[in-house]
Nanobody, 122 residues
Framework: QAQLVESGGGLVQAGGSLRLSCAAS????????IGWFRQAPGKDREFVAR????????YHTNSVKGRFRISRDYAKNTVYLQMNDLKPEDTAVYYC???????????????WGQGTQVTVSS
């Protein structure tokens, strides 16, 4: 079982940056991948990026490649999402989640945080 707590959201102007944090607690994270998803009002939950905890292998969706970067701090049991060059269309609630598979599908993620709001003004 894993518990996830996000932080770091807020209001930022277009072109700005934010760093989201996902503090994870679990008996062992070595078998998990941690993903970031986002959900804008009236839209489906969308995959953003994931990282395999054991190896640090990452994958980012095309719309954020070159702007967002997922990383992890092994000692702090924390996953980060560094978001640069933010755009109004990045506005959403951002969630981190844990899965025992390598997947981009929300249904494959078992544990979820409560979410953190990111708002990008134009």
């Amino acid at each position: 079982q894993a518990q996830l707590v996000e932080s770091g959201g807020g209001l930022v102007q277009a072109g700005g940056s934010l760093r989201l944090s996902c503090a994870a607690s679990a008996r062992s994270l070595s078998t998990y991948s941690i993903g970031w998803f986002r959900q804008a009002p009236g839209k489906d939950r969308e995959f953003v990026a994931r990282i395999l905890w054991s190896s640090g292998l990452t994958y980012h969706t095309n719309s954020v490649k070159g702007r967002f970067r997922i990383s992890r701090d092994y000692a702090k049991n924390t996953v980060y999402l560094q978001m640069n060059d933010l755009k109004p269309e990045d506005t959403a609630v951002y969630y981190c989640a844990a899965s025992s598979t390598l997947s981009t599908m929300p249904s494959d993620y078992t544990y979820w945080g409560q979410g953190t709001q990111v708002t990008v003004s134009s």
